[in-house]
């Protein structure tokens, strides 16, 4: 059974940095592609970053130049790195695996982690 565990979240100061875990028990992570969400009190979901099995990146312009994302397939563990945190990044953030064989799609999701960001 695939398993996906985010961690790391926290209460930062408005311009601080966090970094988020996403690990991965049941599977390898490098077959997926990963997919970071957040979700604000009273809103909807929204995309924020994401990385696909070959490295590639994207990322919503809200965050754009400010989060990065890497993963340790070692240790079956990827990172979203978030600097110059503002307020407005207050959420609770999802980690989302992905990977469709053809045959066969994948999609499994963690609990999430939260993320305030106040003084």
């Known amino acids: 059974q695939v398993q996906v565990v985010e961690s790391g979240g926290g209460l930062v100061q408005p311009g601080g940095s966090l970094r988020l875990s996403c690990t991965v028990s049941?599977?390898?992570?490098?077959?997926?592609?990963m997919i970071w969400y957040r979700q604000a009190p009273g809103m909807q979901r929204e995309f924020v970053a994401a990385?696909?099995?070959?490295?590639?990146?994207n990322y919503a312009d809200t965050v754009k130049g400010r989060f990065g994302l890497s993963r340790d397939n070692a240790k079956n563990t990827g990172y979203l790195e978030m600097n110059s945190l503002k307020s407005e990044d207050t959420a609770v953030y999802y980690c989302?695996?992905?990977?469709?064989?053809?045959?066969?799609?994948?999609?499994?999701w963690g609990q999430g982690t939260q993320v305030i960001v106040s003084s």
């Open positions: 989302n695996l992905r990977r469709n064989t053809g045959r066969n799609e994948y999609d499994y």
């Open positions: 049941g599977s390898t992570l490098g077959l997926y592609a």
């Open positions: 990385m696909v099995t070959g490295g590639g990146q």
